[in-house]
């Protein structure tokens, strides 16, 4: 059985490098990660949010699980107000 989002053909998790702002360092991030630890100074790091489907499809929450989706609802940048 192969698993998708009913919302999209594919799903394709990339990763990127992002820059602390304390420190410099650049830590790797995924694009369905919204904010990393430092792995140098442990400041938190937070990439700027667009929207994405955990806030317009209805199926988002069982595709990425209960606790993921809580997680990006509480830092929905403003989105969802």
């Known amino acids: 059985m192969v698993l998708k989002c009913p919302g999209q053909d594919r799903l394709v998790i990339k990763a990127e490098n992002i820059r602390c702002q304390q420190c ?4 790797e991030i995924f694009s369905d990660e919204i904010k990393v630890k430092c792995p140098k100074c442990k ?29 990006l609802k509480e830092d929905d940048g403003g989105y969802n107000n």
């Open 24 to 27: 410099g360092y650049e830590a």
């Open 43 to 71: 400041n938190l790091i937070c990439k700027e949010r667009l929207p994405s489907c955990v806030d317009w499809c209805k199926f988002s929450r069982g595709c990425i699980g209960e606790e993921k989706w809580k997680r």
